[in-house]
């Protein structure tokens, strides 16, 4: 009796422990499935930077501003062939998959970009702060498919995506220096020399 009872309690062990392996595996399963649809979104975001960068540099009169948009650009370029890289590591197809977010993102710098006149600092804060929602969205990105590939066990590709998560950092804290340095201070002044424009204008009012 005891060592039928053994045995059932050794075999009601065991089927315990399969569904948790299945489920396991289905877990594993759906979440290689969601990184793969994130890396295809910000595959589809980083090309469609190529395309949205050259416009915010065409429209920014600050030398060093317009320098820090044409060297990030190259780097995007750089950060769409290490995703090529990483989808043929995984044995997948390097694919794109529209990401909204960031078509957002460059439509709101559009507009910036013509709510506001040629050649002055406003524009070009204006367009500091649509550069930087850009990377502070490719960072959160970066971020979170790093841990997903950690979790995943490729850490291969997780050190590629480090390097690139690394670098959109270090753009976004250039653009913070070239905001605080200069084009905020200069976009102030433009504020206050408008402002004094509108009093003489109203002053003239009063004498008529």
């Not at 980083?46 to 190259?74: D, R, V």
């Amino acid at each position: 009796m005891a060592k039928k009872a053994a045995a059932k309690k050794s075999t009601g062990g065991s089927a315990k422990k399969a569904p948790l392996k299945k489920s396991g595996t289905n877990t594993e399963q759906g979440l290689r499935k969601l990184f793969l649809d994130e890396l295809k979104d910000i595959y589809w975001a980083e090309k469609h930077l190529t395309k949205a960068l050259p416009k915010m540099q065409k429209n920014a009169s600050s030398e060093a501003l317009s320098n820090a948009i044409s060297e990030h650009l190259e780097t995007t370029k750089v950060h769409v062939e290490r995703l090529e890289e990483i989808f043929s590591l995984l044995g997948e197809k390097a694919v794109a998959k529209k990401c909204d977010g960031m078509e957002g993102l460059t439509r709101e710098g559009e507009n910036v970009i013509e709510e506001t006149d040629d050649g002055t600092a406003t524009r070009d804060a204006g367009i500091i702060i649509s550069a930087q929602k850009v990377e502070h969205y490719e960072i959160s990105a970066y971020g979170s498919l790093r841990q997903l590939a950690l979790t995943l066990g490729e850490d291969e590709v997780a050190g590629i995506l480090e390097q690139t998560l690394h670098e959109e950092k270090e753009a976004d804290q250039l653009l913070t220096e070239i905001a605080e340095n200069d084009i905020n201070y200069e976009a102030a002044e433009e504020i206050g020399e408008n402002e004094d424009e509108g009093d003489d204008e109203d002053e003239g009012d009063d004498e008529e």
